[in-house]
């Protein structure tokens, strides 16, 4: 039988000392004749920007945004890279230079509620993130000159925000049609595929982005609570009215190439120069098969062709009929026919979207 002396006595420091002066001989005398092995210690540099007392990302702040941090450079880990599962399909240079701001005249009423929408959106998206619209050239470099000036902070606070909600529509509208198709017991005619693709492209247009800054506390929660909103209203929209959601997606779609033909624009008068300097990504290189002296110029242009091809895609889904009634003209190359019809790349391009009496269904 054990038996145990329990002191229920409070602990005194005066307790604590009489312990610890009786224990601490026999605890030196155990560790003095314990073998030890020889190591040899090493000092490893922190990673730049490694605050060691806050074990927190010690970067640096966007100037005048509170967006987001400039990441330093670092060595990308390749062990776990998988293939792309919608491969980019690749665009003519000279077609993608031809892209340019276009837009469709509402005709509907369902038309002119998402332009309504969606220039809402815009003006609140323009205040969050310093933008400013030139009315023309002048106008531009007077808006680069002032203390409004577009940084490559504020570049890529707006391209960080942008992508991370342009990549919601695709994903919910290709899962509730998935869910139709099943329900209905019947194919939904390679619109899935398309949408989810279009879905896919945006987040690698985010996840380039965030190869050069990561978002701040504020953009994060700001996203969250966006995201949390804009996501159920597209879904449950879309449920109602698919139409209406496709025609906004288009029109949001013409905005996103009216923000990058600016900063095309930007970068051709060398109006920020920091952001011409910027590297591109190895994420971005892989995904667009660029060259290895591809620039940030390059970059761009493949971005605002991406966005182009997702306003000519929803424009044209809008003026379909949904649930089966209509293939996907993306999805299929029709054959022996001499009429121009869409193609999953940019060649027939029409920025406004294909009507439906153009189309072969």
Same mark, same amino acid.
């Given at each position: ?6 002191? @229920? ?30 190591? @040899? ?166 996840? @380039? ?153």
């Amino acid at each position: 039988m054990l038996a145990f002396q329990i002191h @229920t006595s409070p602990i005194t420091r005066n307790t604590l000392y009489k312990a610890g002066s009786i224990y601490s001989p026999r605890i030196t005398r155990t560790l003095a004749t314990t073998k030890t092995a020889k190591v @040899t210690l090493t000092h490893t540099p922190p990673p730049v920007g490694f605050d060691q007392h806050n074990l927190q990302p010690n970067l640096p702040k966007a100037k005048g945004t509170g967006l987001l941090y400039v990441l330093p450079k670092v060595e990308a880990d390749a062990t776990f890279i998988s293939e792309p599962a919608f491969p980019h399909p690749g665009f003519d240079s000279q077609e993608m230079k031809a892209i340019k701001f276009e837009h469709r005249p509402a005709v509907t009423i369902s038309d002119y509620c998402a332009l309504g929408f969606m220039r809402g959106l815009r003006h609140t998206f323009d205040f969050c993130t310093g933008y400013k619209e030139p009315r023309d050239k002048a106008h531009q470099i007077a808006i680069a000159n002032s203390a409004g000036r577009m940084t490559v902070d504020k570049w890529l606070a707006r391209f960080v925000v942008l992508e991370s909600i342009a990549g919601i529509p695709g994903a919910v509208a290709g899962f509730l049609r998935h869910l139709h198709s099943l329900r209905r017991f019947r194919r939904d005619k390679a619109w899935v595929e398309t949408l989810l693709d279009e879905a896919y492209n945006e987040k690698m247009h985010l996840l @380039t982005f965030l190869k050069i800054a990561k978002p701040s506390l504020f953009t994060k929660c700001l996203l969250y609570v966006g995201q949390g909103i804009f996501c159920n209203a597209f879904f449950f929209t879309y449920l109602i009215n698919p139409k209406i959601c496709h025609r906004f997606v288009g029109y949001l779609e013409e905005e996103a190439v009216s923000t990058y033909s600016r900063c095309i624009s930007d970068l051709e008068l060398g109006l920020c120069p920091e952001l011409a300097k910027t590297e591109v990504p190895q994420i971005a290189k892989d995904y667009w098969k660029l060259s290895d002296d591809a620039t940030f110029y390059d970059l761009i242009q493949y971005v605002r062709a991406d966005e182009a091809k997702h306003r000519e895609v929803n424009h044209t889904f809008a003026n379909l009929k949904f649930y089966g009634q209509d293939r996907n003209p993306f999805a299929l190359t029709v054959k022996g026919t001499d009429k121009p019809q869409p193609t999953h790349s940019l060649k027939n391009h029409k920025a406004t979207g294909w009507e439906r009496g153009d189309l072969i269904l």
